[in-house]
């Protein structure tokens, strides 16, 4: 009982992800001159940055080998990142961007951000830093 009061799902010890409001509020910071794809992205890099930690890193590994592992915990990834979407897709509409494009520039951006997550997380300690790997990642969409 006093674990469901912390946890909704036991997958939420693993893949909990307070990181969503800082997200909205890298990229509606972003100037709205800028293409939505690079608003996202330039929002995703300032998340990354504001989060890099090598604390930050053995968690995330661990955490990410562990549902990049289990069927259950690797769709809850996959949930997660549509939340996400959800988030950033509203704040870039309530800012003039069309939906269509806002989901468009938002599902490229999570996509690279995802492929990297995962193959940073089954790669092991000795790679890039997750800051690193997902710098790398969102560095393709880079216009």
């Not at 661990?62 to 949930?79: H, M, N």
Request: some cysteine.
């Amino acid at each position: 009982m006093t674990f469901f009061r912390h946890f909704p799902t036991k997958e939420d010890v693993v893949l909990d992800d307070p990181y969503d409001p800082m997200l909205a509020q890298a990229v509606a910071a972003q100037p709205a001159g800028l293409p939505p794809l690079e608003r996202v992205r330039r929002g995703l890099l300032g998340t990354v940055a504001a989060v890099d930690s090598d604390d930050f890193d053995r968690e995330s590994r661990q955490r990410l080998r562990l549902a990049a592992q289990t069927p259950a915990l690797r769709a809850r990834i996959w949930e997660n990142m549509a939340r996400t979407q959800r988030t950033v897709v509203d704040v870039l509409v309530e800012r003039g961007v069309g939906a269509n494009t806002a989901e468009a520039a938002v599902g490229a951006c999570l996509g690279a951000v995802t492929s990297a997550l995962l193959h940073w997380g089954h790669d092991g300690p000795g790679g890039p830093s997750l800051a690193d790997a997902l710098t790398d990642a969102l560095e393709v969409l880079r216009p």
